[in-house]
């Protein structure tokens, strides 16, 4: 059927088109996917065994849904890709505010118009692109932007009274009829607004002012809520709660994987950074498990969640600052280096809510010390674990480092050092050659500089190294031999 050549009522009759709610839509397009084995929400990783299944048994079911998850756990792209699963085009009646089904209309516009024009009543259609609407809850949402209310200017142009219900300006809702209408933190909206909600998501009839509107509207309503706001700021009232079919419960990534994956998806890099600076896959992992840390961490309120937005705004700030680096320095390319994490940190500090502990310590502090969290739980995953209490007379694959530290006076790697002085930096100790041909004899020589700082991060935070912040970059020095010296 093509619907450019049927612009009437008859012809949409003689077409033998047929009515179909949005929530029948939904399904049955739910259906011809799951049947070809076809992704309906394409993008989204980690969810395939849990939260997606659950969301396709709702749609299968007809229902209204809440997903209810922290920030940062794609609640509003789920939303969003739904859309994918309505009919490309659908009929309206011309000129209808809400949407009419020509074949069910339900405005007074409409069945006036189709009694007055019968089968030439001129219709439209509509693309599913256009039937998506979205509203944040915020305090200051009120019935009439939700639902409608009487409007003066209408009644005086057409110079009709305040009965007539033709003076109706209709708010968000009825204008998302055959629509995916999408609050998100709906525990945000004030309770006398979310008791307006009730028939609306029950009976379909609606209250405005003095009218009671029996208007069937066709909806299918998706929720977002974050459950902190249940505690912090307002919840959801228990009969709104009872006429949502589904409750999801959305989650974080399970592994380093997933959320590498996530995180390359999502980071937004331009194509220069991308084509100069080369990555290796131990950082990935590292700036993943910085985020891992964070949601375990004592000094961040769990309650409150760190977003995956995090890690995405992490990476493009950690390729920034190689980039500038690089700039800096007149280079046509560079491999990122363990110093340049020190750039990330304005990307965690917005990102987390910190509890009185983590206030007392100081956001950028409490940054630092994911970095190094993330660092000791991923050096067991490359290197030989260091245990807490070693034996005596017992031989170490980091004993020659810290041997060759103890006969330094310092060791320093400055930032703004050209990748020539920092990989001769890096060679000069001998020992971490050694350790890495042992443990990672295939290593790309580009990746190998970034392997041995991280060795002597390692070491730091196993306590068998110290490091001090300098003004442009770092020095480690061995636990004693600095206070020895000293003497």
């Not at 979205?134 to 005086?156: N, R, S």
């Not at 057409?158 to 009965?163: D, N, R």
């Not at 304005?346 to 809510?353: H, L, W």
Request: charged share 25%.
């Amino acid at each position: 059927m093509d619907h450019k050549e049927i612009n009437s009522l008859g012809a949409l009759k003689a077409s033998g088109y047929q009515s179909k709610s949005i929530k029948d839509e939904l399904r049955s397009n739910l259906i011809i996917n799951i049947q070809n084995k076809k992704t309906s929400f394409p993008g989204v990783h980690g969810y395939e065994d849990t939260v997606i299944p659950e969301l396709e048994r709702a749609i299968l079911s007809r229902h209204n849904i809440n997903l209810l998850g922290l920030r940062g756990q794609a609640k509003t792209r789920l939303a969003r890709l739904m859309i994918h699963l309505l009919d490309e085009w659908i009929p309206i009646v011309a000129g209808s505010e809400i949407n009419d089904d020509p074949l069910a209309p339900i405005s007074r516009y409409a069945t006036n118009l189709i009694a007055e024009k019968g089968d030439d009543t001129p219709i439209t259609w509509i693309h599913r692109d256009s039937r998506f609407s979205e509203k944040l809850a915020t305090p200051d949402v009120t019935v009439a932007d939700l639902i409608g209310d009487v409007d003066p200017i209408k009644a005086a142009n057409l110079k009709l009274s305040y009965a007539d219900d033709r003076v109706i300006h209709f708010g968000m809702i009825p204008r998302a009829n055959r629509c995916i209408f999408v609050i998100n933190e709906l525990p945000d909206l004030q309770a006398r607004i979310q008791v307006a909600l009730f028939n609306i998501l029950q009976e379909g009839d609606m209250q405005i002012r003095g009218f009671n509107l029996r208007l069937n509207l066709d909806v299918q309503f998706v929720f977002t809520a974050n459950p902190e706001d249940y505690t912090n700021r307002g919840s959801i009232v228990t009969p709104l709660k009872d006429r949502i079919g589904s409750q999801i419960l959305t989650h974080y990534p399970d592994t380093i994987t997933i959320a590498r994956t996530i995180t390359e998806q999502e980071a937004k890099l331009d194509s220069r950074q991308s084509n100069a600076i080369k990555v290796p896959s131990i950082v990935k992992d590292l700036l993943e498990q910085i985020s891992f840390e964070a949601r375990d961490s004592e000094y961040i309120d769990s309650k409150s969640g760190v977003s995956a937005r995090m890690s995405i705004t992490a990476f493009e700030n950690l390729l920034s600052t190689a980039e500038r680096r690089m700039l800096q320095a007149n280079a046509d390319s560079t491999t990122i280096r363990f110093g340049d994490f020190t750039g990330i940190i304005p990307a965690i500090t917005g990102k987390v809510e910190l509890v009185y502990e983590g206030e007392q310590e100081g956001a950028a502090s409490v940054a630092n010390t994911l970095i190094g969290s993330a660092t000791k739980t991923l050096f067991n995953s490359y290197f030989p674990k260091i245990e807490k209490l070693e034996k005596q007379n017992v031989e170490t694959p980091y004993q020659e480092i810290i041997d060759w530290f103890f006969e330094q006076s310092g060791f320093e790697l400055h930032n703004e050092l050209s990748d020539q002085e920092y990989q001769e930096k890096l060679d000069s100790i001998e020992p971490l050659d050694k350790l890495l041909q042992k443990y990672h004899p295939d290593l790309d020589i580009k990746e190998s500089y970034f392997m041995k700082e991280f060795v002597l991060w390692g070491l730091v935070e196993h306590k068998k190294l110290s490091k001090y912040r300098l003004s442009k970059g770092y020095r480690f020095n061995d636990l004693y031999g600095s206070y020895i010296s000293g003497l």
